[in-house]
Every structure is written in C-alpha cells, then in structure tokens.
C-alpha cells in the first residue's frame, strides 16, 4: 500500500520509571521521520518482565513531566486501559485499525529486535508496522528470519508505505538500565539519568523504596 505521511511511531515499555535514554531516542526518531509523533505507551501487565515497581498512574506521572517541553511526544494510556498481558500485537492492531493507511512505526531497541523471533506472533508484525530499531550496546543480531521480514530501508521509503520496512537508527544508544536506575534511587534518592521533575516527583512521593528521610532539594520542583 503506498502512501506519503508523515508516520506514526508507538514506543511502549514499563517506563518504570521513564529516563532520559528513552526521551533522547524517542525524540531522535521523531525527528528522522519528519517531526513524527511519538505515543509513549506505559505496559499495564509487561507479559515478558517483572511487573513495574510503581503503578500506572505514577508512571503516567512521570512520563507527562519528562514529555512536557516536547510536543511531538505524546502521552498515551491506551495499553493501561485493557485487561489481560500488554502485548504489543494488541496494540499495533489496535492502532492500525484506527489508522488503515497511515505508514506505522514500531520502536524498539536492538536488543529486542534481536529477540522478536520468540514475541507472540512476530510474523504478522510486518503486515501492521514498520520498525524503528534504536541501537543497545553489544547486541547479538536478529535471526535472518526477523531480518528478512523487515528489509533495511529509510526513512524516505518508510514514509511511503504503511508498513514491512525497518529503519536502523545508529545513535542515541539506549545504554541506560532501569534495573541500575531504581538501585540509585534506593542508595542515594536521586539518579543523573533522570529529568530532573521526574526525580522530583520521585522524591515527594516516595516511589521505588527512595526514604522518607531523603533530604537532598535541589530539584524539586516549585
């Protein structure tokens, strides 16, 4: 199906809590396909990972403050509202249902275009979407199967068709681990890695173990 629109890109994850490598690589893709939106959709139930430490609306929270100096990221709700595991099939069902012809783009980091070959019914993926795939260090490769499915292409050539391309950014890295994040946040109640409202919002309510008794101010905000 051929086309020429400026693309729509979902970047879901558990956000939890959202930092800056997420923000810089959402932004990056916006930006090389044309100023973009960029839905950033918080998992209600990640049906891969431990369930988020903090809950949807905290994370909501938090996103909506690391997003608010950019409008071509936009805050989305929509895997929170369904029942039942967050996954991404869903959702890119959902959003191709809703837009038939625009071209759809799926973002994700190497390291899970590395393991879409075991995601449910990865095949039908490239009927739905185009993939956007941010670089992680030291990554393995996706199978020949997964590349097959998604040849290489441009940001051009993806705007021009609705989907079953795959456009290979090669910087920002995504090199920030949420794991590593919240260990910061319960050792020391802050982390460079975060907006500084994000970790503002952090503090005042409490979130990922980070004590009461936290008494470094020099974020919070007003």
Known sequence: ?????????????????????HISAARAVSKVLGDAPVHLLPNAVPPHK?????DG????????LACRDYPELVVDDWELRQDG?????HTLRHFRQQNPERPLVF??????????????????YARLCH??????????????EVQSAFPESDAGQLRQQSCGLRLMLKRPFLDVSATAIREA??????????????????????????ANKTTSTKHEAP
């Open 1 to 21: 199906m051929m086309c020429d629109s400026v693309p729509l890109v979902l970047f879901g994850g558990t956000f939890d809590p959202v930092h800056r490598a």
């Open 57 to 64: 609306e905290e994370r909501l929270a938090m996103l909506r």
């Open 85 to 89: 595991p967050s996954y991404s099939l």
């Open 131 to 144: 993939l956007a795939v941010v670089p992680r260090p030291d990554c393995e490769l996706a199978t020949v």
């Open 185 to 210: 946040l319960q050792q020391k109640g802050d982390c460079p890695a975060l907006d500084p409202a994000v970790s503002a919002h952090i503090r005042r309510h409490h979130l990922y173990n980070v």
């Open 107 to 124: 973002m994700i980091g190497a390291d899970s275009f590395a393991t879409l070959h075991r995601w449910h019914h990865w095949q039908d």
């Open 50 to 54: 431990a369930q988020p430490m903090a």
